[in-house]
């Protein structure tokens, strides 16, 4: 079977500076496949590449064996804003939830691309009931929400469209390790019970790579190690310079 | 000596000059909010507005004189200039300003300028250097009210002016689309990320701005009449408006508009300003603003939590 997201070959360049270089990876249906490296590797311009929100320079991006990010010139790739009704859902890092807005027109705009409005309405039931702290807020400015619970409402929102896959940009950045064990704990639940493909970007590797069944490791925008995150784990090269082992 | 009830007249002539700031106000504070770019055309858009409601209603009226009829014509007129003004808003958005969009910052504003100038000398060589009077689509003389003389088209400007800005009020809060034009004016690319067409809702904005200027102009020629630089200093001192309020909010822009009206209809006689003066009164206030709450009244330090 064809995987779900398939990167072949793609550059990323900023000006002068290339973000990544030649990166191929692919994410199989139903999978967690985690990405790790540094700061400034290349991990957020990946995902942005995914959502066509930078160009590429080379290569392309298939999502259900569709083209959907090219470089090449006679083609044209799909815009951003038409690839999330493709079903890819990105939760960015730093959260960007709407802070002058309340959680549930937080969520509402993750729906904008539904148009049945029943449905929208069930779905943010079901969004309160799975993370109980939005429903208790949902009447509140995103703004007045501590970092974990910001957190919380971004991946909701990204649920709210129902999507195939959803990409996790840093999703424990900043926040406090109890708080991260327990948005882990939802991620799992995510891909378990809602089966959402999930494809995970984290500086925290071991996190990263214990809630994931594949990873790649990306240095200086390539792609240097990929493996089952088991394996990862039991990396001697990745043990000394992400595990601090 | 100025009396309590002459005061008052003031501040009724204040209120309703500061509803139309105030409508005018909230095409620049709209735009702004999602794009950070100060339309300078957009008060040449409420001049071509006054234009197309004039000819509008006087082709519509004919030689009718039948009372129901007139007010009818007025409203025909308000909102086909309406529709053309947002026809015109997009276009100017699609041709002069969308290209530019990721130059430098400097080029959409002097776009902008240039498209001003465009209005403004096209309609001067089309429509003749000559003022000309709006007719009141009503007999308008004065109701005398406890002593103050109301008029049917200050009544009639306020009332307008309130219904847009409830409804405005209403669409964005309310609606998909609403949300969706603030989503954008918070976060453009979180906003693409959710599906939203940012190029559509910044149509949209340019769309509902021109209206609500169109509105603005027709209201502003029963007093100033219609000519081809009206919209200079009232879109200018709109602006003024805008930024008192806080520039990028919606509610900011009606406050920062009623504010400003009453303020230079009450200033002249309370701080004996010479009425050659009465315009410095806005850029005054301009200039006190930006020293105190450079942010303007309801204007937010943004602060992200990170």
């Not at chain 1, 991946?155 to 195939?164: E, G, K």
């Amino acid at each position: 079977m064809a995987p779900l997201l398939s990167i072949e070959n793609i550059t990323v360049r900023y000006g002068a500076i290339e973000a990544l270089h030649q990166v191929s990876m692919s994410v199989d249906e139903g999978d967690v496949v985690a990405l790790i490296g540094a700061n400034g590797a290349g991990k957020s311009t990946l995902l942005k590449a995914i959502v066509g929100q930078v160009p590429l320079a080379g290569g392309s991006i298939s999502f259900k064996g569709e083209e959907v990010c090219t470089s090449a010139k006679h083609k044209k790739s799909v815009p951003t804003h038409l690839l999330a009704a493709k079903g890819i859902a990105l939760v960015p890092e730093g959260r960007h939830v709407f802070a002058d807005m309340t959680v549930e027109e937080n969520l509402d705009m993750g729906a904008f691309l539904v148009r049945d409005q029943e449905a929208i309405e069930k779905k943010k039931e079901e969004m309160y009931d799975f993370f109980p702290i939005l429903g208790a807020r949902r009447k509140q400015k995103t703004r007045s929400l501590s970092g974990g619970e910001q957190q919380m409402m971004a991946i909701a929102r990204a649920l709210m469209s129902s999507p195939h896959m959803i990409l996790l940009d840093e999703p424990g950045l900043g926040l406090a390790p109890l708080v991260v064990q327990d948005i882990f704990q939802k991620i799992k639940l995510i891909n378990e019970e809602e089966k959402v493909t999930v494809f995970l970007v984290e500086q925290n590797a071991r996190l990263a790579l214990k809630a994931s069944s594949k990873g790649y490791c990306l240095e200086n925008g390539s792609i240097v190690l990929a493996d089952s995150s088991q394996a990862l784990l039991d990396n001697d090269k990745v043990r000394a310079a992400y595990l601090g082992e | 000596m100025t009396t309590l009830i002459q005061y008052l007249q003031y501040l009724l002539n204040g209120i309703t000059l500061g509803a139309i700031y105030a409508l005018i106000a909230l095409g620049y504070t709209m735009v702004y909010g999602i794009l950070k770019f100060i339309n300078f055309a957009h008060g040449d858009i409420l001049m071509v507005g006054a234009y197309a409601g004039l000819f509008i209603f006087t082709f519509l009226l004919g030689e009718s004189t039948n009372a129901a009829w007139m007010l009818i014509a007025f409203f025909i007129a308000m909102l086909l200039s309406m529709a053309f003004c947002a026809l015109l808003g997009m276009f100017i958005e699609r041709v002069a300003y969308k290209p530019l969009r990721n130059a430098n910052r400097l080029a959409p504003l002097l776009s902008a300028i240039g498209v001003s100038f465009i209005l403004s000398n096209g309609a001067a060589w089309l429509f003749g250097a000559q003022s000309r009077r709006f007719p009141y689509p009503f007999d308008d003389t004065p109701i005398s009210i406890a002593g103050l003389a109301i008029t049917p088209h200050q009544i009639l400007t306020v009332l307008v002016s309130v219904i847009m800005m409830v409804v405005l009020t209403v669409f964005v809060n309310k609606t998909r689309m609403g949300k969706a034009m603030r989503a954008t004016s918070l976060d453009q690319s979180t906003s693409e990320l959710m599906g939203i067409d940012v190029n559509k809702v910044i149509s949209l904005t340019f769309a509902i701005g021109s209206a609500l200027a169109a509105v603005g102009g027709i209201l502003a020629a029963f007093d100033f009449r219609v000519y081809a630089s009206m919209g200079t200093m009232t879109g200018l001192k709109a602006f003024v408006a805008a930024v008192i309020g806080g520039i990028g909010n919606i509610q900011g822009a009606m406050l920062g508009g009623l504010l400003l009206g009453i303020l230079e209809s009450i200033g002249a006689p309370l701080f004996g300003i010479p009425s050659a003066l009465r315009d410095t009164i806005a850029f005054a206030a301009l200039i006190i603003i930006l020293l105190v709450k450079p942010d303007g009244i309801l204007g937010k330090n943004e602060r992200e939590k990170v």
